[in-house]
């Protein structure tokens, strides 16, 4: 019985040292498995490590570089917000002298659309002026022809009006060839003359436009310069004295408004040497000559009031 125990003793003996070996070794072996992916997974780890630094690495860069893009355009933007406020202080700088420049133009506007109105005025004036000049020979001329008629008995017209504005006596109608003393048959004529230029001269606004009445003499181009000015002198002086002669009242009022003068052949009517050319040529001519002071004055009152005018429109502008 001892003996058997003692067998089957000696026997789990020898079978239990294989089995404890075998079991050291398997967990040797998966120490060394454990060990080995712990080894695996260290290397895998730090691969990973060294993969997500570098993208960590990579991703700051570009968070600086889009932090730097975003700074860069922060500072554009700054820049472009103050060439706009520029831009816009130019703008409302432009509009408000835009808009002074109209109300300049505007006024410069009405200061010309007065200045023409003026002007129209003064042209009225001036031309009324001129037309005065004319209407007193007109006047005369008319009085004339209501009286003497318009023509002798060869005719021939008694006065006529020039492009100059002039009443033309023809010289034929009042002296002999080469003569200065009147005719017979050309005192009706001086005598409605004198008449007329008294009517005319009473009205006093006439009057106060008049400086001189010239009673021209003019003679063909025959003869010297020296005599033929000596001779229409002395034909242009002849009339005046028949005229002061014909009508005391002419003389004694209105005396001083009449003078004489000659052109000799200096003015000709027509050119030529033909008798008909010589015989216009030869004439008395009686001219109104008007103040030069009373133009000045409607020149004045003009300069006036444009300057009145300029004046409130400035004064209107402020």
Partial sequence: MKARKRRIHQVDQENFWPSFTDMISTIAIILFFVMFLMYINNIV??????????????????????????????????????????????????????????????????????????????????????????????????????????????????????????????????????????????KALLDQLAKSFEEVLKDPEIRSSIDSINIQGHTDERGTGSYNRDLGS?????????????????????????LASSFSEYRKVVTGTTDEAYAQNRRIEISVILKDSHIQDVINEYLQESLKAFENTQNSGQ
């Fill in 234 to 258: 002395k034909r242009a002086t002849a009339v005046v004295n028949y005229l002061m002669v014909s009508n005391s009242n002419l003389e004694s009022q209105f005396g001083k408004y009449f």
């Fill in 45 to 186: 780890t730090g691969k990973s490590l060294e993969f997500m630094k570098k993208d960590l690495d990579d991703t700051q860069k570009q968070l600086e570089a889009s932090k730097l893009e975003i700074s860069q355009a922060q500072e554009n933007l700054r820049l472009l917000k103050i060439d706009l406020d520029s831009t816009m202080a130019e703008v409302q700088q432009g509009q408000i002298a835009l808009k002074l420049s109209q109300e300049e133009i505007d006024a410069q506007k009405q200061i010309i659309a007065s200045s023409n109105q003026e002007l129209g005025n003064l042209r009225q004036k001036l031309q009324g002026i001129a037309v005065l000049r004319l209407d007193v020979l007109t006047a005369v001329k008319d009085s004339i022809e209501a009286n003497i008629g318009k023509t002798n008995t060869a005719g021939e017209p008694l006065v006529t009006i020039s492009d100059t504005g002039n009443i033309i006596i023809n010289e034929s109608l009042v002296f002999d060839t080469d003569s200065y003393v009147i005719k017979e048959g050309g």
